[in-house]
């Protein structure tokens, strides 16, 4: 919010001069919580560890103790503990029907009034209607989503008439280097097949 703000600042044609008191939110040493601590959700944790932030994740199941030490991260076992202490939530999660829905009104009631919500999964891991009151009624400070449902939003939808959310259009894998990365892994599922090889990224069925 801060930064897309700030943009809108420094290029307004109204800018006389820049405000000595407006102010944004520190993310070192703030607490970061990561629900969903999956291959992507631990790279978040290596990458926030440098901003020394704390970090919290909620997970299925627990990472190994030298994983958890390695990034700094202290394990929730539930996730009412991390939505009420973290400064930023971010979810990684996949979308299941265990997970439709997994942040709506009684979660976002449990996060601090300060708090951001990012979401990098799907956008229905997020019951938006919540979401829209919750940003509304400063229940929470401000979300940033990269996805939603769906994709784009209806041009007159609620949350694209806030000033305390940040969209982008699920940009998340969006350069040239991660999306060569992806064909070229498709490609050798693809020949390890043929070959009669393990496939390197087998998806298993549940």
Not at 61 to 85: I, P, S, T
Request: hydrophobic residues 45%; charged residues 20%.
């Amino acid at each position: 919010m801060y930064l897309h703000s700030g943009c809108q600042i420094a290029v307004s044609p109204d800018t006389k001069y820049f405000a000595v008191d407006w102010l944004g939110v520190e993310v070192t040493r703030a607490t970061l919580g990561i629900i969903g601590m999956g291959s992507i959700g631990y790279k978040v944790a290596q990458r926030a560890r440098a901003f020394n932030m704390r970090i919290l994740y909620h997970n299925r199941n627990r990472r190994r103790k030298e994983e958890e030490e390695a990034v700094g991260a202290h394990y929730c076992e539930k996730m009412e503990d991390l939505l009420q202490q973290s400064d930023f939530v971010m979810l990684v999660v996949n979308l299941t029907p265990e997970t439709h829905k997994l942040i709506g009104k009684k979660e976002l009631g449990l996060m601090k009034p300060t708090a951001t919500l990012i979401n990098i999964s799907r956008g229905g891991v997020i019951d938006q209607d919540a979401l829209v009151e919750a940003l509304q009624n400063k229940v929470i400070r401000a979300a940033a989503l990269d996805v939603t449902y769906p994709e784009p939003l209806p041009r007159d939808h609620p949350l694209l008439k806030l000033n305390n959310i940040i969209i982008t259009p699920h940009i998340g894998t969006a350069t040239v280097q991660a999306i060569r990365m992806m064909a070229e892994e498709a490609i050798a599922n693809m020949l390890a097949v043929l070959n009669g090889r393990p496939i390197p990224s087998e998806v298993f069925p549940k």
